[in-house]
């Protein structure tokens, strides 16, 4: 059974920075087979991508709203992703989810049917 077990949010004042990770166990494969999303919703909103990673880190995608203040990255020795975020502004307020799929080496911009998913983890910038 596929697990995804997020943490790492929290409250935060703005140009704060918080840094979510999003455990993986019961994967098929290592962990660098997957692409890894991430994804917010906030309050009234629907969910929206705001990155990933392909698989095999062969690049990367950031959302306009969050490029230059985010950043994606993994440790498949460790089953581990994680989503770095600074300069946080308040309407980066919303819960968190990490993702993971198996896709395409040349595909995770847009995708949004992953097949497993994190718990949710809020992060509420506010000051």
């Known amino acids: 059974q596929v697990q995804l077990v997020q943490s790492g949010g929290g409250l935060v004042q703005p140009g704060g920075s918080l840094r979510l990770s999003c455990v993986a166990s019961?994967?098929?494969?290592?962990?660098?087979?997957?692409?890894i999303g991430w994804f917010r919703q906030a309050p009234g909103k629907e969910r929206e991508g705001i990155s990933c990673?392909?698989?095999?880190?062969?690049?990367?995608w950031y959302e306009d709203s969050v490029k230059g203040r985010f950043t994606i990255d993994r440790d498949s020795a460790k089953n581990m992703a994680f989503l770095q975020m600074n300069d946080l502004k308040p309407e980066d307020t919303a819960v968190y989810y990490c993702?993971?799929?198996?896709?395409?080496?040349?595909?995770?911009?847009?995708?949004?049917?992953?097949?497993?998913w994190g718990q949710g983890t809020q992060v509420t910038v506010s000051s």
């Open positions: 990673i392909k698989k095999e880190d062969r690049g990367t």
């Open positions: 993702a993971v799929d198996l896709l395409s080496a040349l595909y995770c911009e847009g995708h949004s049917g992953y097949s497993y």
């Open positions: 019961g994967l098929g494969y290592d962990l660098d087979e997957y692409a």
